[in-house]
Each structure stands twice: as C-alpha cells, then as structure tokens.
C-alpha cells in the first residue's frame, strides 16, 4: 500500500521536532550548564527553603523563568523545570564557592552577578529581589567563613 506525501509528513514531523528540540537543549547545556554541572553537580534530595521559579543568566545563557532556585545553609540548589532537565542534572553550589557578587545595571534593570569558582567556573545573574532572598543565607555563611579563620 502506497503512503501519501502528507501521511509520511504526519510521522516525520515529530520525530524531526523533537530531534531539533532535543538537539538545542543540548547546544544550550554546552554554553551555559555543563561546567557548573561539572563542579557542582547534585542528584541527592534537597532540603531548604524554595525561593521559586526564576529566570537566570549563567555563563551567557538565558534561563527564563525555567529554574528552580532552592537554599539552605549549606548553599544554593538550581534545577530546571522539567520539560528542560534533559541534559541539565541539578546543582548544589556551596556558599563558599560564591567569591563575588557584584550589581550590574542594564537600562533601568539590576541584577546581581554572582562569581562562582575560583577560578571562576560560572558566573549567574539574577534579579536583585531573587539575590535578596538569598543574601542572609550568604552573608551568614560568609561570615562563618571568616569566623573560622579569625
């Protein structure tokens, strides 16, 4: 039995866009995940408090209201929704490892850059409200850092 044009289409169609789906989520873990992941990578049960759905920039790579931001006093855990998972396992990155945060202003929007690693393996820009949630975690966590040094 002879197929037509447009029931061959009918099952190509999807296969070929999930393969390009598949295809750019794994371009953008390249750019943006993988040497975060490489570092900081995290499969364990996170326990803390749920700061929400946030939009970030890590390493040139937008995450537009795609990650779930989590912390406790032991770090910062980022994991993407789960439609972007494939290729992006979820992160737990340790206060310590935060050497930097700095404000930067774009038009009438500020955000914070955080520098992570050093050297640096990342660097992520969020929101001033979403750093602001984190901050008395960090802050507590830097100054036990100190603490133990003094």
């Known amino acids: 039995m002879e197929q037509s044009f447009p029931g061959i289409l009918i099952l190509v169609f999807p296969v070929f866009f999930v393969s390009i789906f598949v295809g750019v989520i794994f371009l953008i873990s390249q750019f ?14 996170f326990e803390g408090k749920r700061i929400g759905i946030i939009t970030a920039r890590i390493n040139r790579v ?19 929704i789960l439609f972007f998972r494939l290729f992006h396992p979820p992160v737990l990155i340790p206060w310590k490892d935060i050497v930097d945060v ?6 009438f929007f500020t955000t914070k850059k955080l520098t992570v690693g050093e050297p640096s393996v990342a660097s992520i820009e969020i929101s001033r409200f979403t750093y602001s949630q984190l901050e008395p975690y960090y802050l507590n966590a830097s100054a036990n850092q100190k603490s133990r040094y003094n």
Do not use: V
Request: with cysteine; net charge positive; aromatic share 10%.
């Open 32 to 45: 943006g995940w993988a040497r975060l992941a490489s570092s900081y990578r995290n499969d364990s049960p």
């Open 62 to 80: 937008n995450y537009k209201n795609c990650l779930s931001l989590k912390c406790n006093e032991e770090g910062l855990y980022m994991r993407p």
């Open 102 to 107: 700095k404000e930067k202003k774009i038009l």
